[in-house]
């Protein structure tokens, strides 16, 4: 390699014919002060992307990290990265270069739909696993197995809860999503979205033809503890005539507080019956 050959690592302009090694060299495109080392003619690799001067047996550019070298992947001799043939073994570098970027794509396409289908895989199981557990619902007896399975697949869970809440037409299955619901979103690592799609489906079910969805229903929301949940608490402490009920609608509220649960609470009718006993034993 000549001297003029090289060009200027700042901005590419070629060096002047007149220079020499080991002289100061001033750039006649960029007015950089250059110095040509005495590495040898035959020492140096002049990198092809930004035409910076290397040492010969350095493998990636000083400057901007451009691989200096072709490495043959029959034979692993080092070429220069122009070189077309192996200088030792002869093989087309360049025809092997694409044969094996295509076959790592082809590799990497491969590990994406592998993955892709154990993904599918697993969500289907779970979807599987999932619907059994909602089918144990219908049963009391099986509630609180298949309710503890069921926070073991947490947030994942909600949306079928809340369906199966609203919809089921057996309403064991709708008091059992219910308490599920509730004890999900105990859960302090549980994020405020889904505490909120929660709680709007649990005050709708606070109107459930069934006391026990109804149940349920005001003590999960009293595990959410979410605001919202009090103005509806509080108009089913107004309609509602089974004790229970009512007494778990108190409860969930002084679970939620706040100035506005207090204010439900304080306002509260004295009666000497069953309300009267409530109130002065909870609040």
């Known amino acids: 390699m000549k001297l003029q050959d090289l060009k200027c690592p700042n901005c590419g302009t070629p060096i002047p014919g007149?220079?020499?090694?080991?002289?100061?060299?001033?750039?006649?495109?960029?007015?950089?002060?250059?110095?040509?080392?005495?590495?040898?003619?035959?020492?140096?690799?002049?990198?092809?992307?930004?035409?910076?001067?290397?040492?010969?047996?350095?493998?990636?550019?000083?400057?901007?990290?451009h691989a200096l070298f072709l490495e043959c992947i029959l034979?692993?001799?080092?070429?220069?990265?122009?070189?077309?043939?192996c200088r030792r073994c002869g093989v087309n570098l360049k025809r092997n270069q694409l044969h094996r970027q295509q076959m790592l794509r082809d590799r990497q396409a491969l590990r994406q739909e592998r993955g892709q289908i154990f993904k599918e895989k697993v969500a289907r199981q779970q979807a599987e696993k999932l619907q059994r557990l909602l089918d144990d619902l219908d049963e009391p007896e099986n509630h609180a197995f298949a309710i503890y399975q069921i926070n073991q697949i947490g947030v994942k869970a909600v949306d079928a809860l809340i369906e199966t809440m609203l919809k089921d037409t057996d309403p064991d299955a709708r008091y059992g999503s219910a308490r599920a619901l509730g004890q999900i979103c105990q859960d302090r690592q549980v994020n405020a979205l889904i505490k909120s799609r929660s709680a709007r489906a649990l005050i709708e079910a606070l109107t459930d033809a069934e006391i026990g969805v109804r149940f349920w229903a005001a003590d999960a929301l009293g595990k959410c503890g979410l605001p919202i949940a009090v103005e509806p608490l509080a108009q089913?402490?107004?309609?509602?005539?089974?004790?229970?009920?009512?007494?778990?609608?108190?409860?969930?509220?002084?679970?939620?507080?706040?100035?506005?649960a207090e204010q439900v609470l304080t306002n509260l009718p004295k009666s000497s019956g069953f309300l009267g006993w409530l109130k002065q034993n909870l609040v």
């Open 18 to 65: 007149e220079a020499v090694i080991n002289q100061l060299i001033e750039c006649t495109g960029c007015g950089s002060t250059l110095l040509a080392t005495d590495l040898g003619l035959g020492e140096v690799n002049l990198c092809p992307d930004c035409g910076t001067v290397n040492p010969e047996d350095q493998r990636f550019c000083s400057e901007c990290g």
């Open 75 to 85: 034979c692993h001799e080092k070429n220069k990265i122009s070189a077309i043939h």
């Open 236 to 260: 089913l402490l107004q309609r509602e005539r089974h004790n229970g009920v009512r007494r778990q609608a108190i409860e969930s509220l002084q679970e939620i507080g706040g100035e506005r």
